[in-house]
């Protein structure tokens, strides 16, 4: 199994920057297609943005494009979504999540996942 911990998360004013952090353990970190998802209150999980195994791909929702970045640092067997330009809209909870495969954008395909990390963004 693999097993996943987000940080990073806290409270900043609109416009402002984050950085989250997913740290990975228990398998082969590299083999992982990874992504973020995020969940606000009264809303479904959503898709925020994924990587392919390699880091050679990524993908991000409409909603974040321009604005956050997804990547992976497999030797460190950490994968990051840097925030830029923070919306309140983008106050979620935020979750990391793994699988075996391709990169996705729908949640029910990942295997693991992490506990959240919170971003709260004020006007």
């Known amino acids: 199994q693999v097993q996943l911990v987000e940080s990073g998360g806290g409270l900043v004013q609109a416009g402002g920057s984050l950085r989250l952090s997913c740290a990975a353990s228990?398998?082969?970190?590299?083999?992982?297609?990874m992504g973020w998802f995020r969940q606000a209150p009264g809303k479904e999980r959503e898709f925020v943005a994924s990587?392919?195994?390699?880091?050679?791909?990524?993908h991000h929702a409409d909603s974040v494009t321009g604005r956050f970045h997804i990547s992976r640092d497999n030797a460190k067997n950490t994968v990051y979504l840097q925030m830029n330009s923070l919306k309140p809209d983008d106050t979620a909870v935020y979750y990391c999540?793994?699988?075996?495969?391709?990169?996705?954008?729908?949640?029910?395909?990942?295997?693991?996942w992490g506990q959240g990390t919170q971003v709260t963004v004020s006007s």
């Open positions: 999540a793994a699988r075996l495969g391709v990169k996705s954008t729908q949640a029910r395909l990942y295997d693991y």
């Open positions: 228990g398998r082969t970190f590299s083999s992982y297609a």
């Open positions: 990587i392919s195994w390699s880091g050679g791909g990524t």
